[in-house]
C-alpha cells in the first residue's frame, strides 16, 4: 500500500511557474514508476509525465514537453513536477501517481495503482 500526498499548487499569471510536490508514504518507493496526470473541469483525466524508478527515463505529453520537468529523490520519497512558462490552459487538478509495472500504457490512469487527492493549479491570463 502507497499513500501519495501532493501540495504546491496554487494561482500564477500565465507565465510564471509552480512547483509541485508528492510524498509518498512506504519503504518501496523506489519500486514504483511514478507519474503525474491532471483533470481539468469537464474533461477528462490525462497525463503529464512520468519518470522511471530511478529517474533514468522521463515522459512527457507533448503539450508540456520542454516546459515541465519530472524528477523524483527516491530518499525522501518525493517525486517532483516543476512547471514554467505556465499557461491558462495549464489549469487544473494535478494528481501524482504510482504504478508497479513498465508498460507501453503509461499514458492511460487504468495503468496506476495508487493516487494522490489532487493539487489545484489555476493560471490567470
Known amino acids: 500500500q502507497v499513500q501519495l500526498v501532493e501540495s504546491g499548487g496554487g494561482l500564477v499569471q500565465a507565465g510564471g511557474s509552480l512547483r509541485l510536490s508528492c510524498a509518498a508514504s512506504g519503504r518501496t518507493f523506489s519500486s514504483y514508476y511514478m507519474g503525474w496526470f491532471r483533470q481539468a473541469p469537464g474533461k477528462e483525466r490525462e497525463f503529464v509525465a512520468r519518470?522511471?524508478?530511478?529517474?533514468?527515463?522521463?515522459y512527457y505529453a507533448d503539450s508540456v514537453k520542454g516546459r515541465f520537468t519530472i524528477s523524483r529523490d527516491n530518499a525522501k520519497n518525493t517525486v517532483y513536477l516543476q512547471m514554467n512558462s505556465l499557461k491558462p490552459e495549464d489549469t487544473a487538478v494535478y494528481y501524482c501517481?504510482?504504478?508497479?509495472?513498465?508498460?507501453?500504457?503509461?499514458?492511460?490512469?487504468?495503468?496506476?495503482?495508487?493516487w494522490g487527492q489532487g493539487t489545484q493549479v489555476t493560471v490567470s491570463s
Open positions: 519518470i522511471s524508478r530511478y529517474g533514468g527515463n522521463t
Open positions: 501517481a504510482a504504478d508497479r509495472n513498465a508498460g507501453l500504457g503509461y499514458m492511460n490512469p487504468p495503468q496506476y495503482d495508487y
